[in-house]
């Protein structure tokens, strides 16, 4: 009997084999629609835990969604074309400013308001250390290998003991985990993903760096700490373990394993003005959205957050499919899997 190989489990097969995929192509026959929930499409494989995201909209007008990985994928990035779904592999270029450019836990991809995408190496797997480094890159820069534009390395304060002892598998017996952040007003903010503590939010000057430099170090200040219940009516909802932050119009959107949080940006920017390193971020705002939980395709846990709206969202899982959320429901993709209509000034 013939038997037909689907292009997923040729991919898979070809990953175990440690052959070359190809730079381009379509990772979309997922079948998903078993489960319930149907995917929208498959980032590049070698980035498939997706930990961070992010919109681009490109100078013609075109929509495309980037994704990393973490540690072990190297220094790439998958760019998805939103109508065609074809994608493609963006690889960094090895150096910024005489700095090797580095992947030891990419965790976070944000974009600030010039356009420009920011990679934080910031997750706690296997490493023992103090500090985070980011990466400036942009991603309408037809050059390849893509250049960086920045490298800053990033200083902790520091970070007092856990009072709880993590489980012997946790990244964070090695120290602070960092898989959520946002750019704008000339800073970028860090959230900490922890179960240990209450997570901490930092804030990094990126405007006290001179425009001509290319590397960097600077500290972070710990501007305050995220409030742990969210309001849903009358309920009181726990936050914890956040993997993905997402801005979009005056908000910032919070993925977490149990679902989507909202509160106001101007939660950081008070929190950004005090000399206060402990003020409660989202206090009397922090808004419960929707749950994942319960839902059978994410099972695997969830990894990153686009806000397109506040009722429309991308939301990818650690294997790489990638779920749109709209109008309180996980939608089904167009016929032929034809792409999803964004906004022409889609963001992250």
């Known amino acids: 009997m013939k038997r037909v190989l689907s292009a997923g489990l040729l991919v898979a097969i070809q990953i175990l084999r440690g052959a070359e995929l190809p730079a381009a192509g379509r990772y979309d026959d997922l079948p998903d629609r078993a489960f319930g929930v149907h995917c929208l499409f498959r ?11 992010a919109l681009v909209t490109d100078t013609n007008g075109a929509v495309s969604y980037w994704s990393h990985g973490d540690s072990g994928t190297g220094t790439v990035l998958g760019r998805t074309d939103m109508v065609s779904l074809k994608t493609e592999r963006i690889q960094l270029a090895g150096r910024a400013g005489g700095q090797p450019v580095e992947n030891a836990d990419w965790e ?3 974009p600030d ?9 910031g997750g706690g797997n296997n490493f023992d ?9 942009n991603p309408r820069d037809p050059t390849r290998p893509l250049p960086v534009l920045r490298r800053i390395t990033v200083d902790y304060p520091p970070h007092p003991p856990a009072t709880k002892t993590p489980d012997a598998d946790s990244p964070e017996r090695w120290g ?3 898989e959520a952040s946002i750019v704008f007003d000339g800073s970028l903010f860090l959230i900490e993903k922890t179960v240990l503590d209450t997570p901490r939010i930092y804030q990094v000057n990126l405007a006290s760096v001179p425009s001509n430099a290319i590397t960097a170090r600077i500290p972070a200040r710990q501007i305050g700490v995220l409030s742990q219940t969210a309001q849903k009516g009358t309920a009181q909802i726990p936050i914890s373990l956040v993997t993905d932050a997402s801005m979009c119009g005056t908000n910032v959107y919070l993925l977490t394993y149990y679902g989507v949080f909202c509160l106001p940006v101007a939660e950081f920017t008070k929190a950004a003005k005090s000399p206060a390193a402990e003020t409660v971020i989202g206090r009397d705002n922090l808004q419960f959205l929707f749950s994942i939980v319960g839902i059978p395709n994410f099972l695997v846990q969830a990894e990153g957050l686009v806000a397109i709206s506040h009722d ?3 939301i990818s899982r650690e294997d790489g499919r990638v779920f749109c959320w709209r109008n309180g429901h996980f939608e089904e993709p167009p016929p032929r ?3 999803l209509p964004l906004p022409a000034a889609a963001g992250k």
């Open 113 to 121: 308001p010039d356009g420009n995408l920011w990679i934080v190496d």
């Open 108 to 110: 976070s991809l944000s």
């Open 176 to 178: 602070p985990d960092v």
């Open 337 to 339: 899997r034809a792409g």
């Open 129 to 137: 250390r103090h500090f985070i480094v980011s990466y400036k890159i």
């Open 312 to 314: 429309q969202f991308l």
């Open 43 to 53: 980032v590049y494989p070698a980035v498939s835990e997706a930990s961070g995201a």
